[in-house]
């Protein structure tokens, strides 16, 4: 089947360069059936809010047929719609409806590893030792006297080992959850199996790709050990063969009509390296996880910020800038917390004390700095709400696997992953007619979508304004920007014409800069001076 995907006739190819992305993590977007968890049908109802909030494109966390072991990544089927959230046909429906509506679909591509219940690794797994199937992926004999040892030292990035031993004494290697078998991409058939998602996925009109683990797909075939490094040049990262194969698909991208894009995930320390996936044969764009990361610091930012677009202008691509997504701490919380404001995967800082009105505040001003920043800025699901990490789930209730397979040292993904509040004043606060997969607390009663919409000064009114703005103010989008000198804890630019975006992270007031006029601010204004945690859009001379 083929599904259009045309927008509008008079709509810029490039549209990808500046475009403002809503990432939906469907589990926990909107129940359409009322059994407690998202579906396609909460999405599709729910099209018009994501319209009138001003986005572009909505970025779709894995909707395939999956077991859950980690919230759909680990897939058993790419070429169907995981029967919890609807079927292929609701999903093509969503799409023409988004694409009437002005919103490109983007949809995540999982090509480092698959479920354990896959065809193709239940095959491997009878197929026995040294046949095709196993090929697919990664089984070795293990090392020591009985082959009761790993084959290599590499360990899961969901902790313990990357290997797991099956019933004939071979192992297979899965870097995330053992339920998750990682692909063997010197497999031609990995290649074109994948090939043919793709074209299954474009012809049904979806508008690009967010690939997951994009820089793991290549391992070293010898697979050494690392000997305990985290960092640095590892076997199974940002290997030299990886890049072919996106060369590959960027040819079946380039072949559809419509500017059909991939997005790219990958943290990778290196700004040299990152740039590479981002050459004109290669992504078109990137998650810039350094700034999602980065403490609410001035230096810091700037130095972020300026490392960002140099890195990208080698290779002629646009900057991303991204706030919070479904596996960080949401930034209400991190910005809120005493010392360091960051995010690090090993660290998550659980159960720090959290300044909310603080965090609110500074979620505010960090909006308006990255929808002012040039290139794409994404937003994740709750965050226009000011949603904030939920860190009281009951351990029982938990289901990410990080939270087992660290022995609940570290308590996952969960926190950020809560169903979105909607309406109402109690739980499930109009998520759908029943319950909700994880529980939500009840403070979420002042920021639901319904009782936001209503109050100008909301979290909901300052992105609907902003995003609104974004789109219509020439200097916006993808372009140039200019530093504006300024006080040490302040970061400000200008962007031609007439704009400057001032955010102050200092602990006084400071004052404006000339202006003709204020565009919009984060926050109240003392008469001409920004406030602390505040950032204004200026129109300048």
């Given at each position: 089947?083929?599904?259009t ?11 990808w ?5 809503y ?13 407690g ?5 909460g ?8 319209a ?5 494109a909505?970025?779709?966390?894995p909707?395939?047929p ?16 995981e029967?919890t ?12 409806e988004?694409?009437?509506?002005g ?12 479920s ?23 089984f ?14 590499w360990?899961?990035?969901?902790g313990?080992?990357?290997?797991t ?9 899965h ?10 991409w ?16 474009f ?11 994009a820089?793991g ?22 290997m ?5 194969v ?7 991208s380039?072949?559809?009509p ?13 700004p ?21 990361s ?12 300026q ?6 202008s ?9 706030l919070s997504?479904?596996?960080v ?19 998550r ?30 937003v ?8 904030w990490?939920?860190e ?7 289901q ?5 397979r ?5 308590p ?35 920021y ?9 000064d ?31 804890d ?5 962007r ?24 919009l ?6 008469g001409?001076?920004l ?5 204004v859009?200026l129109?300048?001379?």
């Amino acid at each position: 089947m083929s599904v259009t995907n045309e927008i509008s006739p008079d709509t810029p190819t490039a549209w990808w360069r500046d475009a403002a992305i809503y990432q939906v993590y469907i589990r926990s977007f909107a129940d359409g059936n009322g059994d407690g968890i998202g579906d396609l049908a909460g999405v599709r109802a729910h099209l018009p809010y994501l319209a009138d909030l001003g986005i572009d494109a909505i970025w779709f966390c894995p909707w395939y047929p999956s077991p859950m072991d980690d919230g759909g990544y680990d897939v058993s089927d790419f070429r169907d719609i995981e029967p919890t959230f609807g079927t292929l046909a609701e999903a093509e429906l969503l799409i023409a409806e988004a694409h009437e509506l002005g919103i490109r679909i983007i949809i995540d591509i999982v090509p480092n590893h698959a479920s354990d219940e896959h065809p193709w690794f239940k095959a491997a797994l009878a197929a026995g030792p040294g046949s095709p199937e196993r090929e697919r992926f990664w089984f070795r004999p293990g090392r020591g006297e009985n082959g009761e040892l790993p084959p290599n030292d590499w360990q899961s990035r969901f902790g313990g080992p990357a290997w797991t031993r099956v019933a004939d004494g071979e192992w297979f290697l899965h870097l995330y959850s053992s339920r998750q078998p990682d692909f063997n991409w010197t497999s031609p058939e990995v290649h074109a199996e994948f090939i043919d998602i793709l074209k299954f996925w474009f012809d049904r009109g979806i508008d690009g790709f967010r690939i997951d683990v994009a820089d793991g797909l290549i391992k070293d075939p010898a697979l050494p050990d690392v000997n305990g490094l985290t960092v640095g040049p590892l076997p199974f990262s940002d290997m030299d063969g990886v890049h072919e194969v996106y060369r590959a698909w960027r040819k079946i991208s380039d072949s559809y009509p419509g500017e059909r894009i991939f997005v790219g995930e990958m943290w990778l320390p290196d700004p040299i390296r990152f740039a590479r996936y981002l050459r004109p044969d290669e992504m078109h764009s990137a998650f810039n996880f350094d700034f999602l990361s980065c403490p609410w610091e001035a230096k810091r930012l700037r130095e972020v910020i300026q490392s960002s677009m140099d890195s990208h202008s080698l290779v002629g691509a646009p900057p991303t800038w991204v706030l919070s997504n479904h596996d960080v701490t949401r930034h209400v919380t991190r910005y809120g917390r005493s010392g360091d404001t960051g995010f690090e995967f090993a660290d998550r800082r659980h159960g720090t004390p959290v300044d909310r009105d603080l965090g609110t505040r500074r979620a505010r001003a960090a909006a308006l700095l990255t929808m002012a920043l040039p290139g794409g800025v994404y937003v994740y699901q709750g965050e226009e709400l000011g949603l904030w990490e939920i860190e009281d789930i009951p351990d029982e209730l938990r289901q990410d696997p990080v939270f087992e397979r660290t022995k609940h040292a570290d308590p996952g993904r969960d926190g950020c992953r809560v169903p979105i509040p909607w309406g109402g004043t109690k739980p499930p606060f109009s998520f759908g007619t029943g319950g909700t997969w994880l529980p939500q607390p009840q403070d979420w009663a002042a920021y639901t979508a319904e009782a936001e919409a209503a109050d100008p000064d909301s979290m909901l009114s300052l992105y609907r304004k902003a995003l609104h703005i974004r789109r219509d103010e020439p200097a916006l989008g993808d372009g140039e920007m200019s530093w504006v000198v300024s006080l040490a804890d302040v970061v400000a630019f200008s962007r031609d014409p007439g704009f400057t975006c001032m955010v102050n992270l200092s602990a006084e007031p400071v004052p404006l800069p000339r202006h003709e006029s204020i565009i919009l601010a984060s926050g109240p204004l003392q008469g001409d001076h920004l406030p602390p945690d505040t950032a204004v859009w200026l129109r300048t001379f």
